[in-house]
């Protein structure tokens, strides 16, 4: 049997997914969370084969949940739901070590075969997300997408600084030059128009 973690704030999604897991026969969901603090915390202690983390929740999202768990126990398997197949949360939940991303819509049965398919050690990404991340087109770079994300998380830029190891000078640069690429008139306005664009 495969131990499945599996956390979604949505409890009727949850329960739901949680019963039609439980009739497959390979998998038993071992723990339930609501939230992604939940889910780090419950990762740690009932130790299961594969974590299926929903990526908007409350509290912490799925990407900073499977960067927390990954980090805790190096090669955890993790797959991630989410509504919206965004190129640049494909590429934020590569970059955590994810290795299931699935949109939410998924048919349980093919979820099914997804955590037995990364529980084997390999990597399983929806079709249509990675046909939209082959033809992203956003012109940020690394440490652009990195100066407004933690914009949106509320961080001043002498907070953004420290967080990222680099002068207060260099991420106001970083910034501007994201207004630019964007058309924001500030840099909460540009992280705004990234986030719309699903570039971070």
Known sequence: MIRVLL?????????????LLGLSGRIEVVAQAADGLEAVALAGTCIPDVVVLDLEMPGIDGIEAARRVIAARPGQAVVLLTRHGRAGVLRQALAAGVRGFLLKSVDPAELERVIIH?????????????????TDDCPLTDRELDALRLTTE???????????????????????????????????????KAKERGWI
């Open 118 to 134: 990364v529980h084997g050690g390999r990597r399983w990404i929806d079709a249509e997300v990675s046909a939209a991340a082959m």
């Open 7 to 19: 956390a979604d704030d949505e409890t009727l999604l949850r329960t739901a997914l949680v019963s």
């Open 154 to 192: 509320g961080l001043t830029v002498r907070e953004i600084s420290a967080r990222l190891h680099l002068a207060t000078g260099t991420v106001r640069n970083y910034l501007s030059s994201a207004m630019q690429k964007t058309g924001g008139s500030s840099r909460h306005v540009a992280a705004r």
